[in-house]
């Protein structure tokens, strides 16, 4: 499922103009892609253990979160985007969760946390926090109702 996502995110990134069918492909990939981050993205939270560090449920949430951070800096997608309901309030609650997980212990979501060893750099959560404020800041771009919501 990971490579499948890389190949996704591969294609979304291509400086290519779509087409219509392509863009209507886009937009119902859209929509289950989203149902797949609201559906699983509390499994990221288990990478705060070192056990699980390499969960895959947790790892498809990041590639995930990663895709959907490009198909909002995409100007076709993020209208469509930025209205699906509860997309923007699962970042928020998910970008809540990792904060206070990090808070709680020291694991890859501490704002302190020290990059002693070439594994921890090499963490696929590193950078997830900012990948969730990317996402809420695409979809606050240009858009009233979702910034009074933030």
């Not at 895959?56 to 590639?63: D, G, H, N, Q, W």
Request: glycine share 4%.
């Amino acid at each position: 499922r990971v490579t499948l996502l890389d190949l996704l995110l591969a294609k979304i990134s291509e400086k290519n103009p779509v087409t219509n069918e392509e863009t209507m492909v886009f937009l119902r990939l859209a929509d289950f892609l989203v149902g797949c981050f609201q559906e699983k993205c509390q499994a990221v939270l288990k990478l705060t253990s070192a056990a699980d560090a390499e969960d895959e449920e947790a790892l498809v949430t990041i590639r995930l979160l990663d895709v959907l951070c490009e198909m909002t800096s995409n100007n076709g997608q993020l209208e469509h985007l930025q209205v699906l309901p509860g997309l923007l309030e699962t970042a928020v609650d998910t970008l809540k969760l990792t904060h206070l997980a990090g808070k709680q212990t020291v694991n890859v979501f501490t704002a302190t946390h020290a990059m002693t060893g070439q594994e921890e750099i090499s963490h696929p959560a590193v950078g997830f926090k900012s990948h969730l404020i990317r996402l809420i800041g695409n979809l606050c771009y240009k858009n009233k109702e979702n910034q009074d919501k933030v």
